[in-house]
Each structure stands twice: as structure tokens, then as C-alpha cells.
């Protein structure tokens, strides 16, 4: 075998010892994993950390800031009581508060019709 392919040949060999590694992982620690998932989302899409999360849902004493309800959205995957959901201005990226999955769904709904409804509200 060549060099170059040698070389080749244990990248190979290494990627999988490491998808393997990573895969044992992920099944010894799933709440680690999904605490780390958690982190990067927040991070990624609403410019927040965990105890930033954390310190508003306090701050909001566990419950959604519209309706005053905790979440009661089942995850269809895991099977346990969800987050409540990151409220956030598209345009700006502010974060506005933590919402239950109905009141995200209302809000959402409400700013895709815009102006108009906004107008009616007498918030325009």
C-alpha cells in the first residue's frame, strides 16, 4: 500500500473508532447530551445561555408570560412535559419572554398576519 493510502485507510479506521465512541456516548449519558443539545440551540438561535433560560423562567415563576399557565405540551419523542418555548422578535433577535407552546403558536399566527390585526388591537 501506498503512503497515501495508508494514510487514508486510518482516517478511515479513526472516523469510525470515533462514531462508535461517540455513539457509546450518547448512550451512557443521554441527559448530558441533551442538556449540551439544549445549550448550543440557545445559544445558536436566540443568543442565550442555559442560566440566562433559566433566570427568566424564574423570573416568570415557571409559567408562560401570556397566559400564566405552565407548559403542558407532551414531547412526542421523549415523551415528558416540554420547555416552555423562546419568544423572540424575528427582526431584532430580542428575546421577549418564555412562552407556552399555544400562546407561541398564538403569537406566532398573529405576527404572519401583521399590521392589520395589530391596527384592530390598537398597538399600531
Known amino acids: 500500500m501506498e503512503e497515501g493510502e495508508a494514510v487514508r485507510a486510518r482516517h478511515r479506521d479513526d472516523k469510525e473508532r470515533n462514531r462508535e465512541a461517540t455513539r457509546r456516548y450518547q448512550q451512557r ?6 442538556e449540551s443539545n439544549r445549550a448550543s440551540h440557545l445559544m445558536a438561535y436566540y443568543g442565550i445561555t442555559n ?6 423562567l424564574a423570573e416568570q415563576g415557571g409559567v408562560c408570560a401570556i397566559c400564566g399557565r405552565p407548559e403542558r405540551q407532551i414531547h412526542p419523542r421523549s415523551g415528558v412535559v416540554q420547555s416552555l ?4 422578535d424575528h427582526k431584532t433577535g430580542e428575546v421577549r419572554g418564555l412562552l407556552c407552546s399555544r400562546c ?3 403569537v406566532g399566527r398573529a405576527e ?3 399590521d392589520p390585526l ?3 388591537l390598537g398597538r399600531a
Not at 449519558?29 to 441533551?34: L, S
Not at 418555548?85 to 423572540?88: A, P, R
Open 29 to 34: 449519558h443521554p441527559e448530558r447530551v441533551a
Open 51 to 56: 442560566a440566562d433560560y433559566a433566570a427568566r
Open 85 to 88: 418555548s423562546v419568544d423572540h
Open 104 to 106: 407561541n403558536r398564538l
Open 112 to 114: 404572519a398576519v401583521g
Open 118 to 120: 395589530f391596527r384592530y
